[in-house]
């Protein structure tokens, strides 16, 4: 089976902190994501990345970063934490196989709160 | 512009009663599609997924799903639904060809069954 692990389940944070969530997978994935969860809003992808050191913006890029120094490891990194980032963080990795679009697995989602 | 639509925001069922949930795309192309369950608290499960060749598609946990070009949509159907199917459910669809590696989702359906 495909795992998909996430650092922490629940984090609370200050605003002004930096940030890092850690997304783990075992598959040797070629492609990771890192959505943010919202009532009413669905999943809306932050980053992604097809390879190592490569990212690329989602749609709500603002306030986040990214790092990814090994195939296995993705990184979310919030800078400077607002409470406007208290959310649901789910990461997703995908095997990168020609013909499109493929099936994405999912951690467990990160509870971030910034108080 | 690529686009999912579930047009539930939340549907109540007795237990034991039959479901379907409705998903319609926007894409240039015949996308790949996906549905997905979410538990409360928890990361996204796929359900069943369709690339191509059968319309119908079998998934885990008794779920079936129907492909229809015509309509522009990827039902998600369960014959007789038990208690712990409530949840969220999302329906999800990525671009086919080279380079494509993101979904796009829908913004959910959350499922609740009466005793």
């Known amino acids: 089976d495909v795992k998909v692990t996430q650092s922490s389940r629940y984090l609370v944070k200050r605003t002004g902190e930096k940030v890092f969530l850690e997304c783990v997978q075992d598959?040797?994935?070629?492609?990771m994501f890192w959505y943010r969860q919202d009532p009413g809003l669905g999943l809306r992808l932050i980053y992604f990345?097809?390879?190592?050191?490569?990212?690329e913006k989602g749609d709500i890029p603002e306030g986040y970063s990214v790092s990814r120094e090994k195939k296995e490891r993705f990184s979310l990194i919030l800078e400077s934490a607002s409470t406007n980032q208290t959310s649901m963080y789910l990461c997703?990795?995908?095997?990168?196989?020609?013909?499109?679009?493929?099936?994405?697995?999912f951690g467990p989602g990160t509870r971030l709160t910034v108080l | 512009a690529q686009s999912v639509t579930q047009p539930d925001i939340h549907i109540t069922v007795s237990e034991g009663a039959s479901l379907e949930l409705r998903c319609n795309y926007s894409y240039g192309a015949t996308p790949y599609l996906f549905w997905y369950v979410q538990s409360p608290g928890q990361g996204l499960q796929l359900l069943l997924k369709y690339f191509s060749g059968d319309t119908l598609v079998q998934g885990i946990k008794g779920f079936e799903a129907e492909f229809k070009r015509s309509q522009s949509s990827f039902n998600l159907r369960k014959p007789s639904v038990h208690w712990s199917d409530a949840a969220e459910y999302f329906c999800a669809a990525g671009e086919t060809g080279a380079g494509s590696y993101q979904l796009t989702f829908g913004k959910g359906t959350k499922l609740s069954v009466i005793p």
């Open positions: 598959m040797d994935h070629e492609n």
């Open positions: 997703a990795s995908s095997p990168h196989v020609a013909g499109g679009s493929n099936t994405q697995y």
């Open positions: 990345s097809y390879d190592v050191k490569m990212k």
